[in-house]
T-cell receptor, first 112, second 115 residues
Framework: DAKTTQPPSMDCAEGRAANLPCNHS???????VYWYRQIHSQGPQYIIH???NNETNEMASLIITEDRKSSTLILPHATLRDTAVYYC?????????????FGQGTILTVHP | DVKVTQSSRYLVKRTGEKVFLECVQD?????MFWYRQDPGLGLRLIYF???????EKGDIPEGYSVSREKKERFSLILESASTNQTSMYLC??????????????FGQGTRLTVV
């Protein structure tokens, strides 16, 4: 699986959009971009995934660049409960049995 | 609500003991995983299974074994617990919906302390 690079930490004001970047310059054509988050003392939680098109769900939006070498997770209106470690992962999905390789992630702190 | 349930939230065992960590999922998922999480090292994959009785080594299988006799249950076994196996252990499961989304559902974790 390709490796990802994320900033170690970011801050965001409550109610503002949080934009979390991720670089995955060695991503292969069959690899998806997944985002998970882990709130303190809980297991990781799936947020969103995409292959090459931008995606949106009730939690977030995922913007993938045309060359697929980087992506941005957008939390449109961050709340205090969004404070967590956010992991960007690239994986071949079903063809790799759904294995996920976690990096260090980005610690997002949402403050009042 | 979908669930991955780990048998214990906290566990304290002695060095040399054989330790069983149990994980059960109620989603009929094919894939199940065991990770450990340590400060500064993140989550690392120990073993995974893509079918009953099938198992594959992850990145750090040494000192561990697994068992999957039923689809819903995946057990992690520490044959002879050591202090360097003190960690948070996380179980996960996923399936193949066909669109690349192998969304993994995680349990709450078992914090194991080996003394």
């Amino acid at each position: 699986d390709a490796k990802t690079t994320q900033p170690p930490s970011m801050d965001c004001a409550e109610g503002r959009a949080a934009n979390l970047p991720c670089n995955h310059s060695t991503i292969s054509g069959n690899e998806y971009v997944y985002w998970y988050r882990q709130i303190h003392s809980q297991g990781p939680q799936y947020i969103i995934h995409g292959l090459k098109n931008n995606e949106t769900n009730e939690m977030a939006s995922l913007i993938i660049t045309e060359d697929r070498k980087s992506s941005t997770l957008i939390l449109p209106h961050a709340t205090l409960r969004d404070t967590a470690v956010y992991y960007c992962i690239v994986s071949a999905g079903g063809t790799s049995y759904g294995k996920l390789t976690f990096g260090q992630g980005t610690i997002l702190t949402v403050h009042p | 609500d979908v669930k991955v349930t780990q048998s214990s939230r906290y566990l304290v065992k002695r060095t040399g003991e054989k330790v069983f960590l149990e994980c059960v999922q109620d989603m009929d998922h094919e894939n199940m995983f065991w990770y450990r999480q340590d400060p500064g090292l993140g989550l690392r994959l120990i073993y995974f299974s893509y079918d009953v009785k099938m198992k594959e080594k992850g990145d750090i299988p040494e000192g561990y074994s697994v068992s999957r006799e039923k689809k819903e249950r995946f057990s992690l076994i520490l044959e002879s617990a050591s202090t360097n196996q003190t960690s948070m252990y996380l179980c996960a499961s996923s399936s193949y919906p066909g669109d690349g989304n192998t969304e993994a559902f995680f349990g709450q974790g078992t914090r194991l302390t080996v003394v």
